[in-house]
């Protein structure tokens, strides 16, 4: 079974910069697509970003397109969003998700990824 465990949220203001991570298990993590959600308090949850086994394919939804980056160390069973020039609206519960079936990335949909972080919360202040 795929486990996540995201890490490096926090608290920063706006403007600046976090960086989350993702460690996954299993020894066939290079053949995942992966993927960044948020879910904002009263929300629901949405895409982030997204990229492919090997990283030459990504995806961002417009709202962090140019601000956020997502990348992968599949050494090191890692992938990363760097986010920078945070907004207030950017406060959300961040979660890592997984496709342990697909090399691509399938969609953005919650339904396109079939394993799950717990989460690490995002707060802006302004």
């Known amino acids: 079974q795929v486990q996540l465990v995201e890490s490096g949220g926090g608290l920063v203001q706006a403007g600046g910069s976090l960086r989350l991570s993702c460690v996954v298990s299993?020894?066939?993590?290079?053949?995942?697509?992966m993927g960044w959600f948020r879910q904002a308090p009263g929300k629901e949850r949405e895409f982030v970003a997204a990229?492919?086994?090997?990283?030459?394919?990504?995806y961002y939804a417009d709202s962090v397109k140019g601000r956020f980056t997502i990348s992968r160390d599949n050494a090191k069973n890692t992938v990363l969003l760097q986010m920078n020039s945070l907004k207030p609206e950017d406060l959300a519960v961040y979660y890592c998700?997984?496709?342990?079936?697909?090399?691509?990335?399938?969609?953005?949909?919650?339904?396109?990824?079939?394993?799950w972080g717990q989460g690490t919360q995002v707060t802006v202040s302004s």
């Open positions: 990229i492919s086994w090997n990283g030459g394919l990504t």
């Open positions: 998700a997984a496709d342990p079936t697909s090399l691509l990335v399938r969609g953005r949909t919650e339904a396109d990824f079939g394993s």
């Open positions: 299993g020894r066939t993590f290079s053949s995942y697509a």
